[in-house]
């Protein structure tokens, strides 16, 4: 089994920055594909970037492709998503998510373990 903390969500202003961090424990999870999704209100969770695990190669939404900077840390088993620039537009609960393999999933059925999610809320 692997768990899986976020941290970092928060008050953010738009155009500044944020960093959020995934903790995993229970599991090395190096070979792992890393994601983050995202979800507000009443909408369905949607994928924002993803990482792999094999040769960490990225993938990111249209939505933040040249703001949001996904990275991981194998040595410290943790995964980050650099958020800068945001808009009232991300504001949203945030989830780190996890699956076996090298496969860069962007759809929530892909994934096998979720954190909690962490709150980003963006002012104008």
């Known amino acids: 089994q692997v768990q899986l903390v976020e941290s970092g969500g928060g008050l953010v202003q738009a155009g500044g920055s944020l960093r959020l961090s995934c903790a995993a424990s229970g599991r090395t999870v190096s070979s792992y594909t890393m994601g983050w999704f995202r979800q507000t209100p009443g909408k369905e969770r949607e994928f924002v970037s993803a990482i792999s695990g094999y040769d960490g190669s990225t993938s990111y939404a249209d939505s933040v492709k040249g703001r949001f900077t996904i990275s991981r840390d194998n040595a410290k088993n943790t995964v980050y998503l650099q958020m800068n620039s945001p808009n009232p537009e991300d504001t949203a609960v945030y989830y780190c998510?996890?699956?076996?393999?090298?496969?860069?999933?962007?759809?929530?059925?892909?994934?096998?373990?979720w954190g909690q999610g962490t709150q980003v809320t963006v002012s104008s």
């Open positions: 998510a996890a699956r076996p393999g090298a496969v860069v999933a962007v759809v929530t059925r892909g994934y096998n373990y």
